[in-house]
């Protein structure tokens, strides 16, 4: 069997070769990066990726007796939230990109079993409210129709690119960071599409 290196490697490739974006192709390698040091920090190895169930591995949490198919996936999720302690978004778009690449081994036989497919993440990290929510509560709003109109109307200069930036985030929930990391190829405006780059969540589509 072929060492996870050389493995994540050809991976890499093939999706360079499928004119990924370069910021997923960032998330894409951070993503197998910490799932290879996971491997590392915990003595694992393909053979166990190959396993469907009955792994133990050393995790610093008070929740492994409640994993939910007892794979490596299990382990390796626990590792980043309470290890690692990685934002919850992080874990789950760390978590979908290991996921394409279990996926790939899979396809090309590299590994018998896909345990990608016993796991629930709902089960270890809640994803339905933000950071900002849980701590506002009900204090959390948005800003209303007038207020946008209010400040795009008294932006700074350049006050076309300000009047863009704010509009795209009212329109389309847009990051700062993610219209900051924009590339015009991911901008579609015969279909009124952006493809949003990975950046605090999954990648996505958006419209405008």
């Not at 978590?95 to 590299?110: D, I, M, R, S």
């Not at 400040?151 to 863009?164: A, S």
């Not at 960071?177 to 901008?187: F, V």
Request: net charge positive.
């Amino acid at each position: 069997m072929k060492k996870f290196t050389e493995l994540k490697k050809a991976y890499l490739i093939q999706r360079q070769n499928d004119n990924v974006a370069d910021n997923t192709m960032k998330g894409i390698k951070s993503s197998l990066n910490r799932f290879e040091f996971f491997l590392n920090e915990k003595n694992r190895s393909l053979s166990d990726i190959d396993r469907k169930s009955d792994i133990q591995v050393e995790i610093d949490s008070l929740e492994t007796s409640k994993i939910t198919s007892n794979n490596l996936i299990d382990y390796f999720i626990l590792y980043l939230r309470d290890e690692k302690e990685y934002a919850h978004s992080t874990i789950k778009t760390t978590v979908t990109y290991v996921n394409k690449f279990l996926k790939y081994l899979h396809t090309k036989e590299f590994i018998e079993y896909n345990i990608m497919e016993n796991y629930t993440i709902a089960d270890y990290i809640d994803s339905g409210k933000t950071k900002q929510k849980k701590e506002w509560g009900d204090n959390y709003v948005a800003i209303s129709k007038q207020q946008h109109k209010e400040i795009v109307g008294n932006v700074p200069p350049p006050v076309f690119r300000n009047k863009l930036i704010c509009n795209l985030l009212w329109t389309t929930g847009m990051r700062r960071s993610e219209i900051a990391n924009l590339k015009l190829d991911d901008i579609h405006l015969e279909e009124r599409r952006i493809d949003v780059p990975a950046i605090k969540s999954d990648e996505r589509s958006v419209f405008f």
